[in-house]
């Protein structure tokens, strides 16, 4: 077995781990990670179909997972007031609390000292990037390391869209991100 194969099925087998865990609650793992996502997505990237190109699904699937998690009240739905076609996702308290419960894989991480997962951390991001270059892919980063980003008065300033940041938002990954 080769290098890259072992190390695929390495990350595989975390993955089917770590997503075992979902089926715990009144969940399943697809509608575990659109929660995840949503809850460091910015308010710009909440809508179906920037949830599907992140979780690199069907809009059908995404709507159909939305659905559900609307029914179970994890989340709340928004249409804008100008284009009412125009929909976006927040989690409610039910589904903060749920992604508050300690996970068995962050756990493995935390027991990684500082250069073990500084070093993980940059080879997957390494990674992830190279395979979304390939795919023609959306790298979805955060806004503090975006081009079009302007840090002000501890926030900042998103020049893509004009809007201001508070700081909590500097730290949430967006659809239109542009890597430094």
């Not at 249409?79 to 125009?86: G, L, T």
């Not at 959306?138 to 501890?154: A, I, M």
């Not at 938002?169 to 542009?178: A, G, L, N, P």
């Amino acid at each position: 077995m080769s290098k890259e194969y072992h190390i695929r099925e390495l990350i595989m087998r975390l993955a089917r781990l770590d997503v075992s865990e979902s089926w715990a609650e009144d969940l399943n793992p697809a509608q575990r990670a659109v929660l995840e996502y949503l809850s460091r997505a910015n308010k710009f990237s909440r809508s179906p179909s920037h949830v599907a190109a992140f979780l690199g699904t069907t809009r059908g699937t995404i709507s159909q997972t939305f659905k559900a998690l609307l029914q179970k009240n994890y989340v709340t739905e928004k249409r804008s007031q100008s284009d009412k076609r125009v929909i976006s996702f927040d989690l409610t308290q039910k589904g903060r609390a749920l992604l508050a419960r300690p996970r068995l894989l962050i756990s493995g991480l935390e027991s990684l000292d500082s250069s073990e997962q500084n070093a993980l951390l940059s080879t997957l991001q390494s990674t992830l990037n190279s395979l979304l270059e390939q795919n023609k892919g959306q790298p979805f980063g955060l806004c503090k390391e975006c081009r079009h980003f302007t840090s002000s008065n501890g926030g900042g300033y998103c020049n893509l869209l004009s809007e201001k940041l508070a700081p909590p938002e500097t730290e949430q990954i967006c659809h239109e991100q542009d890597p430094l």
